[in-house]
């Protein structure tokens, strides 16, 4: 057999699939065997996967980047004073007359921010802002967030800042857990309370209870990037609402969401809400001490027993009020000034605090 025809049977033999490796551009034979479907999908998978990590890891390493960039370039507000093995900061608008502590609700990213339109309103008393471990330029690891240990070091953050007592506590939201306690531990230090929309503690089902350590999913959202991301494309979600903070104000309130969301010493307070409830079982403000709650109207539309739980808590004290507002939970956001409003008058009429005369 010649040469030339020996190649074209090997050609032949080629395109059938019956001897030796396909050749370039030819289809497997019948006795060439595919990979299983599962196979090919477990390696597109794994590509996937390999691929979404990467850009995880490059949206932290961007977003560990740009905290550090606006951490730097910011001028932090405030004061930062000691407490125990760290720092909370502290941010005193000054002013005249009696002192109005102000304590921002469970996870507020900057407390002195989120209250700034009431500090605003709140002309005629020394308005001060502590923000606690887990919040605003405080640190972000704290001691377990019970309630003796925040009382305790709310005490030692105002003595370190020369607050003389006695003030105002003015709280929001879980801040009346630690309201109640304060009272409860140093009763002399405290002319008033007032709560805006506060809860009360009342252990049930609808508090959460102490938890493992589990995923620190909000925690991972802040770090890897994915919250800046998202507060990007919808900048409303990391805003208050209301005309009163300024675009200034706005754009730091966002960062810092980005910055201290899912902090180890948010998780953990959230953590112990349940357990703090039980702690405070049976303690109550006291008979003689001028108590002002206002209610947010939606609150109360939407949890049937808001109202009743506040009315029970307010029974045993003679000198209170209890005031519904028309707004969300968050009322500061919207309705700052017939707070100050509230507030001064009560102030007023329970000999509590004392408004300075209109200017002119």
Do not use: K
Request: neutral net charge; hydrophobic residues 40%.
């Amino acid at each position: 057999m010649d040469t030339g025809s020996r190649e074209a049977q090997m050609r032949l033999l080629r395109r059938r699939g019956a001897g030796g490796p396909p050749g370039p551009g030819t289809l497997p034979g019948p006795g060439a065997r595919r990979r299983p479907w599962w196979r090919r999908a477990g390696r597109a998978l794994g590509a996937g996967a390999l691929a979404l990590v990467a850009l995880l890891l490059a949206s932290t390493a961007l977003n560990l980047a740009l905290v550090r960039y606006e951490r730097a370039t910011l001028a932090p507000y405030g004061e930062r004073v000691r407490v125990g093995d760290g720092a909370v900061n502290v941010v005193d608008h000054g002013g005249e007359g009696p002192a109005v502590v102000l304590l921002g609700g469970l996870g507020t990213p900057a407390p002195a921010l989120d209250f700034a339109p009431l500090a605003r309103e709140l002309e005629g008393h020394r308005v001060v802002v502590v923000e606690g471990f887990g919040y605003g330029y405080s640190d972000l690891e704290a001691p377990a967030r019970t309630v003796e240990n925040v009382s305790a070091e709310l005490h030692a953050a105002l003595a370190a800042r020369g607050v003389e007592a006695p003030y105002v506590l003015m709280g929001h939201s879980l801040a009346g857990f630690y309201m109640l306690d304060y009272v409860d531990r140093y009763p002399g230090e405290v002319s008033a309370v007032v709560g805006i929309d506060p809860t009360v503690p009342a252990a049930g089902p609808e508090e959460p209870e102490d938890g493992g350590p589990g995923i620190p999913w909000q925690r991972l959202a802040a770090d890897t990037g994915l919250l800046r991301w998202t507060l990007l494309v919808a900048p409303g979600l990391g805003e208050p609402d209301g005309p009163g903070y300024t675009p200034e104000e706005r754009r730091r309130i966002r960062l810092m969401t980005a910055w201290n969301y899912g902090n180890p010493a948010v998780v953990d307070e959230t953590r112990r809400i349940a357990d703090n409830a039980r702690r405070l079982r049976g303690v109550g403000y006291p008979p003689d001490l001028p108590v002002l709650v206002l209610l947010s109207r939606e609150t109360v539309e939407l949890r049937p027993e808001w109202l009743p739980r506040h009315e029970e808590q307010l029974r045993a004290v003679r000198r209170h009020e209890l005031v519904v507002l028309d707004g969300g939970h968050y009322l500061h956001w919207t309705r700052s000034p017939e707070i100050a409003r509230e507030v001064t008058g009560f102030l007023e009429h329970q000999g509590a605090g004392r408004a300075a005369p209109p200017a002119g």
